[in-house]
């Protein structure tokens, strides 16, 4: 089993769509856990940590359950700037945080 | 603040060069991190420096690659000889704290193709 597990995508959805990812992991001892996003051609950035009692930003919302041992995001109301790819990073007991390979969103109009 | 600066932005090079990657963390930030993302391997961790000292090289792929931090505001990663299958995109990342597990912040990445 990979360390760190996603859906590539990519998922199609259309503007004002509400839609989520998951993202398992191996290692039941982590403690980190992050969503990055990352646009073509460009740079991985931060979307949001995620927290043990889940955690909410505007539209997009972050979830863990360490039994299954997986995180989610679920973003609501699709705008086309979402349109990236979502990263999941998750400390695997490694020195450094491990980056899932990611999924691809694109939203429609 | 400047964030995560690299150079080149853009590197050709034909196989057998050496090549060589330039990383200015933020200013302030202990950990530095090298990447290289690929379509077909996605992110990978190359080597991690905490307070200028490497700390995890195991993701350096062979004796081709070699990293360095001779300061707090400088990183380099050469690859001599270059072969086609390093075409990638390699990023600089830096981080806050003395552990691997905090927020990074990445740099814009430099696009090596080696003809």
Known sequence: RKEVEQDPGPFNVPEGATVAFNCTYSNSASQSFFWYRQDCRKEPKLLMSVYSSGNEDGRFTAQLNRASQYISLLIRDSKLSDSATYLCVIDTGRRALTFGSGTRLQVQP | ?115
């Open chain 2, 1 to 115: 603040d400047a964030g995560v600066i690299q150079s080149p932005r853009h590197e050709v090079t034909e196989m057998g060069q050496e090549v060589t990657l330039r990383c200015k963390p933020i200013s302030g930030h202990n950990s530095l991190f090298w990447y290289r993302q690929t379509m077909m391997r996605g992110l990978e961790l190359l080597i991690y420096f905490n307070n200028n000292v490497p700390i995890d090289d195991s993701g350096m792929p062979e004796d081709r690659f070699s990293a360095k931090m001779p300061n707090a505001s400088f990183s380099t990663l050469k690859i001599q000889p270059s072969e086609p299958r390093d075409s990638a995109v390699y990023f600089c990342a830096s981080s806050l704290g003395a552990g691997g597990h905090n927020e990074q912040f990445f740099g814009p990445g430099t696009r090596l193709t080696v003809l």
